[in-house]
Antibody, heavy 120, light 107 residues
Framework: QAQLVQSGAEVKKPGASVKVSCKASGYTFTNYYMHWVRQAPGQGLEWMGI????????TYAQNFQGRVTMTRDTSTSTVYMELSSLRSEDTAVYYCAKVGVVAPQALDIWGQGTMVTVSS | DIQMTQSPSSLSASVGDRVTITCRAS??????LNWYQQKPGKAPKLLIYAASSLQNGVPSRFSGRGSGTDFTLTISSLQPEDFASYHC?????????FGPGTKVDIK
């Protein structure tokens, strides 16, 4: 069955960058858009952006414009999310999630999450 | 950007209770509304898509209604495994914003 497996937890210093990976399996990788969503401790879900694994086109939330880059590697069925100029407010769990088969942009399969801690 | 609000922010209920959570969009989103359940330390799980369609494998005690700006998620008879947080999300236009969440805990 479809599965998304993310890379492990990261600890970064303010100003650094982090790159989180999300490896897909069990479905045709290029057929379904992938979203990135984050959740700060004790807070709600925040949508970051979307990538089309087929052509690589992206749309980012304005809050992250200029700091986030989403890419994909079709040879390994993996998407990446890189966030730069990290600050303490970026401490959060980062999730990748694929869109569903039936519903447009509803997220039916999620990765397990990657904790990113930004601390000096 | 479309703003999403939810009410209540939290509620306490007993097993067997009927529970309704409301989600409101700042502008019309037609039926582009999804509901997710999230348990502590876990990723969200899709419950309802397109406002009222039940995701495969989700128990029928969950139901969704609404269109335009006002939506509800109802759990007809709360079960022990339903104590969790619930999030709505609009998928009408980017950014695909989420509501702040509703935490359902045990009375």
């Amino acid at each position: 069955q479809a599965q998304l497996v993310q890379s492990g937890a990261e600890v970064k210093k303010p100003g650094a960058s982090v790159k989180v990976s999300c490896k897909a399996s069990g479905y045709t990788f290029t057929n379904y858009y992938m979203h990135w969503v984050r959740q700060a401790p004790g807070q709600g879900l925040e949508w970051m952006g979307i990538i089309n694994p087929s052509g690589g086109s992206t749309t980012y939330a304005q809050n992250f414009q200029g700091r986030v880059t989403m890419t994909r590697d079709t040879s390994t069925s993996t998407v990446y999310m890189e966030l730069s100029s990290l600050r303490s407010e970026d401490t959060a769990v980062y999730y990748c999630a694929k869109v569903g088969v039936v519903a447009p942009q509803a997220l039916d399969i999620w990765g397990q999450g990657t904790m990113v801690t930004v601390s000096s | 950007d479309i703003q999403m609000t939810q009410s209540p922010s939290s509620l306490s209920a007993s097993v067997g209770d009927r529970v309704t959570i409301t989600c409101r969009a700042s502008q019309s989103i037609s039926s582009y509304l999804n509901w997710y359940q999230q348990k502590p330390g876990k990723a969200p799980k899709l419950l309802i898509y397109a406002a009222s369609s039940l995701q495969n494998g989700v128990p029928s005690r969950f139901s969704g209604r609404g269109s335009g700006t006002d939506f509800t998620l109802t759990i007809s008879s709360l079960q022990p495994e339903d104590f969790a947080s619930y999030h709505c999300q609009q998928s009408y236009s980017t950014p695909f914003t989420f509501g702040p969440g509703t935490k359902v805990d045990i009375k």
